[in-house]
């Protein structure tokens, strides 16, 4: 049962602490989405990976947000200093990055940053 | 700017009507329209997704209309069920789906017995 996986589920930090995330995207998947949901914003995305490298990074804030892809299978998103503007829950989605191709989210991160 | 609006916010409807929400998009770029569901503490599921060179596009009972002049696209949920329930996000993509998608804001659906 492929399906995409991230640590931790649930995080609660106090303001100016590093935060990471972590992704694994299904095995195959070569794009990888950084989405971020909250009440007021809905879903958003932050940044996609294709092949491991950044395509578009145009809605992450640039000072403090940073995302990589160290290998195939893991994508971090990190965030320094955290700011309680940053609680949300973030979601990591994969696919084929082929048109038609089903982007897979997983269950995401729960950020509370007080 | 929000580039892809949904309406309605909430909706309620009795189990075995058809619930119908739509979506409103400006960036002519888009050709890739899909439907997510989300149960609460779960990421989106796609439900159901259209390319605009068709009109209309069922999966068992779901259903999405799409108007290529207008701008629109709908989904029609039908013969509702509890298990419906839910809150169903339209979005909308670039390179047929392999791009970043932009949601709507979503619609929190109700089923009632």
């Known amino acids: 049962d492929a399906r995409v996986t991230q640590t931790p589920r649930d995080k609660v930090t106090e303001m100016g602490q590093e935060v990471t995330m972590r992704c694994q995207p299904i095995?195959?998947?070569?794009?990888v989405f950084w989405y971020r949901q909250t009440m007021m914003q809905g879903l958003e995305l932050l940044a996609y990976?294709?092949?491991?490298?950044?395509?578009?990074d145009s809605g992450m804030p640039k000072d403090r947000f940073s995302a990589e892809m160290p290998d195939a299978t893991l994508a971090t998103l990190k965030i320094q200093p955290s700011e309680p503007r940053d609680s949300a829950v973030y979601f990591c989605?994969?696919?084929?990055?082929?048109?038609?191709?089903?982007?897979?989210f997983g269950p995401g991160t729960r950020l509370t940053v007080l | 700017q929000q580039q892809v609006k949904q309406s309605p916010q909430s909706l309620i409807v009795q189990k075995g009507g058809i619930p119908i929400i739509n979506c409103a998009y400006e960036n002519t770029a888009f050709d890739y329209f899909p439907w997510y569901q989300q149960f609460p503490g779960k990421g989106p599921a796609l439900l159901i997704a259209?390319?605009?060179?068709?009109s209309e596009k069922k999966e068992g009972r779901f259903t999405i209309s799409f108007n290529k002049s207008a701008k629109q696209f709908s989904l029609h949920i039908m013969d509702s069920q509890p298990g419906d329930s839910a809150t169903y996000f339209c979005?909308?993509?670039?390179?047929?789906?392999?791009?970043?998608?932009?949601f709507g804001k979503g619609t929190h659906l109700i089923i009632q017995p």
């Open positions: 989605a994969s696919g084929q990055g082929q048109p038609g191709n089903e982007q897979f």
């Open positions: 259209i390319r605009p060179d068709v």
């Open positions: 990976f294709r092949n491991r490298a950044p395509l578009d």
């Open positions: 095995l195959g998947h070569n794009t």
């Open positions: 979005a909308a993509s670039r390179g047929g789906g392999a791009d970043g998608l932009t």
